[in-house]
Every structure is written in C-alpha cells, then in structure tokens.
C-alpha cells in the first residue's frame, strides 16, 4: 500500500482526473437528467451500459434484476484481489419530477445531482482510468450501477450480486454519499406497513363504532412513546399515512409505513417485537383488525477500523488532502458487511440538500474523489489477503 501512495501514479491519477474535471461534471449532469425512480431505473441503465462500452470496461451486461455491470481484467488472467466497485442507479424522485440540471459557478444544481448520479459518473470514470492502469491489477475489478437502493427497494440489486458473486469478492466499495466520508458501520432498518381494518359507518348514525382512522392514531402515538437507546442508536419513523373515505364517514381502513432503525440487531429485533405488540394490544381493545406487513428489511453489519479495507482508504485520504469523516448509515454496503464481506461506502464530492429537488454539489472536489477510488483500487492490490471466513448469507 504504502509503495502505491509513495509513486509517482498518484500523480498519474489525480492529473488525469483534473484534466477530464469538465467531462466528470458533464457526466454528472447527463445522468442527473435521465428520470431512475425506484423499480423503473431502465433508461438510466441504458445510458450507463453503454458508457461502459465507450471506456472499454469488458464484459459489460446487465443482469436479471436490472444491474449494469462491468470489468477491469488485469493483464495475468483471474487473480486477487477481487474488488467490486458500485454506485446505485435509482434516485427518490418520481418519474415526473422536472429535471433541471444547470452549472451555478462551481455549483451544479439539480435533483439527484449528488445521490446519486456523482457516484455513478465516478464509477464511470474510474472504470475508464482503471483500463488504461489495468497492467497494475493482480484481480478483476467488477464495476456495478445498482438497482433497488433507495426508499422499499430492499437493496435488491445488491442482494443480487452477492448472490452471484459473494464468495468471490475480496472488497466492496460503494460510491455514494460525501467525499471524505467512510461508512464502515451499516445501520439496520425495518420497514413495516400497519393496516387496520373496521366495518366503519356514517359518521352520525353509527357514531361509536370503531374507526380505522382512530385507532391507528392510537397506535402510531404509542409508537411515537416507546422509549429507544441512544447507544446503540435506535429509532423510529411513520413516514406515511393514509385512510378513510370522506369527513363524515367512518374510516373502514387506513394504514401507516414505519421505518424502524438500530446500529444492533438484537435491539432492532426488540423494537419491532414492542411495536407489533402495542399495536396488536390497542386493535384488541378497539375492536379492528390490524395487518402488519414486512416491506423491507436491511441488515446491519461492520468492518472493523483495524481492517486493511479501512486503513487503505483512510492513507488514499491522507496522500490527497482529504480528511476522513467515519460515520454509520444504510448504503448498498449493508449487505455484504451483513455477510461478513470487507466493504465501505465512500463518496466522490461535496454538496447539500440530499433528496430534495435543489440539491446540489461541489465540482471541483469531483477530480479528488474519483482518484480516491482508484488509488484505493490500486493500494488494495499491495495487501495481503487474509484467510478468508465463512461467508453468512442474507435473506431477501
């Protein structure tokens, strides 16, 4: 590791990445204005294939769930380390929402421009770096482009490839998030859908009779005083509700979605136990019907900071200037931190405003983020392997 960062390709990469600083952006931006809400990333999928082609990445297919993926080979064939590289396709907004991306100065404003069409464009340039140093590489490099990552969509693109490649790979590293940030600690979520059913009624002739809406009140405010640790960090969310037909009727149905969180399994596992019996305890006492639904799980997961992963990323930080900020979050990384696979979550530029429609990112940060990948890249081929362990799988 420390014989890469002392070469003289850390200056290879990082002048590359500044001279095509304008192209990086503009990738950025094309990418931004292609519509990937949850389920429906195809045409973005589409864009990003074909990129791979034009940067000569081999091999490049999309896989059944709807994935893009890529490859480095290196020169001598098949070897370690084996290092997947991702960045997740799908954005928060819907299909119709107004894609206007513009250039503000060193600004680029737009919705999606920073989670996550700037680690998609990493991605994308890495890879077209990463062919051009590929006779540095002992093992492949897979480049991925995700499906499924935010909001219900379950990681479902992730859980795909570590299916496909989970006993396999050495390293993940995810695209996504701040530069200078490293999660290497996954938070565990739950999300569950409350739905409570009553026969309901006129709100004047049938008053007294149980109500859907009521009830459900009941329950999302014993929700709302369950009391959670802080250490472990555990939460809780009704992020949506919805029920009734009209003013004067008495709701039949109404429902909420939950989103449950925790750093420890076992407290996640606590908290829903307390939810789905303080929920089942008010439908009892009320008089309805209440279905709890499972819309989605992930599950927590860590890398120690001792790790070679951790340490190789923090030294890339320190050979650019960059300053490393570790913090826990919900990343594509769930789920091979879940299995016991080495993984990190890293991002390739500054901004704000994160899941709204006026986000925005720093530009000029975008040439030391991609070169913070690839150097990682290239470290991660200096270390050695340790013996690795038996592999978990994960559900889902």
Known sequence: MEAVLASPVVDQVLGWCLRHLDELVDEVARIAGIPAPTGAEGRRAAYVAERMRQCGLAGVETDPVGN????VLPPAGAGQPRILLAAHLDTVFPEETPLEIRRDGHLLRGPGVGDNAAGLAGLIGAGRLLVELADRLRGEVILAATV????????RGMRALMERYGDTVDYVLALDGTLGGMVRQA????RLRLRVLAEGGHSWGAFGAPSAVHSLCRMVAAIADLPVPSNPKTTYNVGLIRGGTSVNTIAAEAEAVLDLRSLDPRELDRLERRVRRSVAAIAARDGVRVEVELLGERPAGEVPESHPLCQVVRAVHRRLGIQTRVYPSSTDGNIPLAMGIPAVTI???????GH???EYIETRPLARGVAQVVLAVLALQEVPLPQPGRRRSVAG
């Open 148 to 155: 499924g990552e935010e909001g219900l969509g379950n990681l």
């Open 187 to 190: 938070v565990g979520s739950r």
């Open 347 to 353: 991002g390739v530029t500054v901004g704000a405003n």
């Open 356 to 358: 709204r429609v006026d």
């Open 68 to 71: 893009v993926l890529g490859r």
